[in-house]
T-cell receptor, first 113, second 110 residues
Framework: DSGVTQTPKHLITATGQRVTLRCSPRSGDLSVYWYQQSLDQGLQFLIQYYNGEERAKGNILERFSAQQFPDLHSELNLSSLELGDSALYFC????????????FGPGTRLTVL | GESVGLHLPTLSVQEGDNSIINCAYS??????FIWYKQESGKGPQFIIDIRSNMDKRQGQRVTVLLNKTVKHLSLQIAATQPGDSAVYFCAEKEGGKLIFGQGTELSVKP
């Protein structure tokens, strides 16, 4: 157990819908990262927040957004869902913003029908 | 690991043998590298890391080698065990983000 929690574990929804994925980092970790693992793209970095502020952005679609709250938990919002958004979404946390190990949560499996 | 549509390279070894998993990275400016292990149905798990000012780093049963000249990273697992069966990813730190390789599936035969 990495100490990072993600909810829900599974999510099934329809195209065009909007969902919110939630992540609680390890106690004391200030950085939260979101990744997408799909069947054809592998593990892709989406976005990083550090102490509430966006720190780095990767291959995140405009239909996706994220935020980190004062209690350091983070949410990833996915809207206007398409079939191709079906994937595993992982959250990771680390203690700082530099050369630190990232601890991954168990992931949320999103299925868009 | 999770079955993916990507055609992952596969390494099959006998229990007790040493395993070597290779990775080529893309950015010569990357200064931090990590190896992760992903078991089926789980998130990636940190194995070992190395900074670019080092050529070699050892952990418990694992060794990472970094060759910056040819932008190559390898993970050596000594005395491979059935519990080592998983998908292994290398990752390079580029700015604030980790760029992951496609992964190698390690299969350990008892």
């Amino acid at each position: 157990d990495s100490g990072v929690t993600q909810t829900p574990k599974h999510l099934i929804t329809a195209t065009g819908q909007r969902v919110t994925l939630r992540c609680s980092p390890r106690s004391g970790d200030l950085s939260v990262y979101w990744y997408q693992q799909s069947l054809d793209q592998g593990l892709q970095f989406l976005i990083q927040y550090y102490n509430g502020e966006e720190r780095a952005k990767g291959n995140i679609l405009e239909r996706f957004s994220a935020q980190q709250f004062p209690d350091l938990h983070s949410e990833l919002n996915l809207s206007s869902l398409e079939l191709g958004d079906s994937a595993l979404y992982f959250c990771a946390s680390s203690g700082a913003d530099g050369y630190n190990e990232q601890f991954f949560g168990p992931g949320t499996r999103l299925t868009v029908l | 690991g999770e079955s993916v549509g990507l055609h992952l390279p596969t390494l099959s070894v006998q229990e007790g043998d040493n395993s070597i998993i290779n990775c080529a990275y893309s950015n010569s400016a990357s200064d931090y590298f990590i190896w992760y292990k992903q078991e089926s149905g789980k998130g990636p798990q940190f194995i070992i890391d190395i900074r670019s000012n080092m050529d070699k780093r050892q952990g418990q049963r694992v060794t990472v080698l970094l060759n910056k000249t040819v932008k190559h990273l390898s993970l050596q697992i000594a005395a491979t065990q059935p519990g080592d069966s998983a998908v292994y990813f290398c990752a390079e730190k580029e700015g604030g983000k980790l760029i992951f390789g496609q992964g190698t599936e390690l299969s350990v035969k008892p």
